[in-house]
T-cell receptor, first 115, second 113 residues
Framework: KNQVEQSPQSLIILEGKNCTLQ??????????LRWYKQDTGRGPVSLTI?????NTKSNGRYTATLDADTKQSSLHITASQLSDSASYIC??????????????FGTGTRLTIIP | EAQVTQNPRYLITVTGKKLTVTCSQN?????MSWYRQDPGLGLRQIYY???????DKGDVPEGYKVSRKEKRNFPLILESPSPNQTSLYFC????????????FGPGTRLTVL
């Protein structure tokens, strides 16, 4: 069964500190891995998309890593800001026989930044 | 501004009263999809559409219908809503294929009493 597991479920850190969120997956056949940010009550917004050949990808203070061999990804947030408080969702994609993508979503890590 | 819009944003209804949640995108995307999000669960796909007049079931299609008569619109229909369909619903669109970003709407919070 295709699964995406994230840890920790929730995390509280002080403003200005760094943090790393983890994602393990068993999805196959793998197409790409995405990280989304979801503010409370709003739709997810894409942060990064990586294929199996990409080890790392950055978007401002967000850096995602991917190890396709161990099926693990991480999202590192540098110098956190209050606006980083949100849920971060790991999403793994497979390509179907019909050429469309099938996304499997993790349950997310709820990050809270405190002043 | 490129966006996906949903209406209504909030809806409280009663069991059995048919309702429609509209979704529209202005990016000329072929691919559109509906998801539901429940506490403790990841987003789950209800239905998707690869183009006009082409729709297919996702992981949790029971109790829902969709139609895709125009490229920009993808309404979600609940013919006879039940309390277990109380959830947060998201519409999304992309240009299809792989490695293409999915853009999500703002969400519709539905409560079925």
């Amino acid at each position: 069964k295709n699964q995406v597991e994230q840890s920790p479920q929730s995390l509280i850190i002080l403003e200005g500190k760094n943090c790393t969120l983890q994602c393990n997956y068993t999805v196959s056949p793998f197409s790409n891995l995405r990280w989304y940010k979801q503010d409370t009550g709003r739709g997810p917004v894409s942060l990064t998309i990586m294929t199996f050949s990409e080890n790392t990808k950055s978007n401002g203070r967000y850096t995602a890593t991917l190890d396709a061999d161990t099926k693990q990804s991480s999202l590192h947030i540098t110098a956190s800001q209050l606006s980083d408080s949100a849920s971060y969702i790991c999403v793994v994609s497979v390509l179907s026989n019909f050429g469309n993508e099938k996304l499997t979503f993790g349950t997310g890590t709820r990050l809270t930044i405190i002043p | 501004e490129a966006q996906v819009t949903q209406n209504p944003r909030y809806l409280i209804t009663v069991t059995g009263k048919k309702l429609t949640v509209t979704c529209s995108q202005n990016m000329n995307h072929e691919y559109m999809s509906w998801y539901r999000q429940d506490p403790g669960l990841g987003l789950r796909q209800i239905y998707y559409s690869m183009n006009v007049e082409v729709t297919d079931k996702g992981d949790v299609p029971e109790g829902y219908k969709v139609s895709r008569k125009e490229k920009r619109n993808f309404p979600l229909i609940l013919e006879s809503p039940s309390p277990n369909q109380t959830s947060l619903y998201f519409c999304a669109s992309s240009s299809g294929g792989s490695y293409n970003e999915q853009f999500f709407g703002p969400g519709t919070r539905l409560t079925v009493l």
